[in-house]
């Protein structure tokens, strides 16, 4: 089979697969640090930005966890436009940037899987334009407990980031940012 053949193959699967897709991933631990205590709260609040829509929850819908439970985050992606809009897709560690701070600003220490992917950074195996139709909705879902030390007694406040196309181009782009939610780890 021909490489033009084989890439059109995977390309188009991966669009047809988006609209239900559903990760667990590993997390991008390089990102934007702002201020994200001083940022709105929000759990259902999603934020608008170049046409698209990002938003994200945790699993657990009360905002509690206990210590050593394993903590996902819901990421939503979604063409809120009436047209069809592109994304860069290679790995959502790649291309969701997660900070996350506790109520006085500080990070939360690394666990040995999450400096592993730190130290992988920068390595990029594949990147594949991808059409997002109108309404279309790309879903992840990642296990943060694994990339980070969510110690007990704590609360955290949680944004993600991604680059997005800016409307109308496809060689410019812009920073989305998703709504903050704030979670207790409780003993």
């Keep these: 089979m021909s490489t033009k053949i084989r890439l059109t193959m995977i390309s188009a699967l991966i669009v047809a697969g988006f609209s239900t897709m559903a990760m667990t991933s590993r997390v991008n631990l390089i990102g934007r640090h702002d201020d994200m205590t001083q940022r709105p709260v929000s759990k259902d609040e999603s934020v608008i930005s170049e046409g698209f829509r990002l938003s994200v929850k945790l699993d657990k819908e009360e905002g509690e966890v206990k210590q050593g439970d394993a903590v996902f985050l819901s990421i939503t992606i979604q063409n809120v436009t009436g047209g069809t809009l592109y994304l860069f897709d290679s790995h959502p560690e790649k291309d969701y940037k997660i900070s996350i701070v506790n109520a006085q600003g500080d990070k939360p220490l690394l666990t040995d899987r999450g400096r592993q992917l730190l130290d992988n950074a920068g390595n990029d195996y594949r990147r594949v334009r991808v059409k997002v139709l109108s309404g279309q909705e790309m879903h992840y879902r990642i296990e943060i407990s694994k990339f980070y030390n969510l110690l007990p007694d704590n609360t955290y ?28 780890v409780v003993r």
């Design 157 to 184: 406040y949680i944004t993600v980031n991604r680059q997005v196309f800016k409307m109308g181009t496809l060689d410019q782009f812009a920073d989305l940012s998703s709504n903050t939610l704030e979670f207790r």
